[in-house]
Nanobody, 123 residues
């Protein structure tokens, strides 16, 4: 399984940006696709994730501002980020959990990772 992320950028505070992540290879019929981010000097943290049937979970820091959606036919997941804040600046990575049983916030549950993409929000 390979994950490829698209979308990166420099935006001003309160702006918006959309990231996407496409999975290829032998994915299962149901899986969880998650987004994590890591800011300089900080631990990687869970942003949000979506299961095959559309169930989503978000971290409290992005709830209400970020939306994850999924296009199963394309094995693609989107992260729509609105009302961006400078503290959202980080390298964002998508990750895939093949089991898909639950949405986990634990990065170690995700077996496959895409390359990180930089998101910078200026004040």
């Amino acid at each position: 399984v390979q994950l490829q992320a698209f979308g990166r950028g420099l935006v001003q505070a309160w702006g918006f940006l959309r990231l996407s992540c496409t999975a290829s290879g032998r994915t299962s019929s149901s899986y969880v696709m998650g987004w994590f981010r890591q800011a300089p000097g900080k631990e990687r943290e869970f942003v949000g994730a979506v299961r095959n049937f559309g169930e989503t979970k978000y971290s409290d820091s992005v709830k209400g501002r970020f939306t994850i959606s999924r296009e199963n036919a394309k094995n693609t997941v989107y992260l729509q980020m609105n009302s961006l804040k400078p503290e959202d600046t980080a390298v964002y990575s998508c990750a895939l959990d093949l089991s898909g049983r639950i949405i986990s916030t634990d990065q170690y549950r995700y077996e496959y990772w895409g390359q990180g993409t930089q998101v910078t929000v200026s004040s």
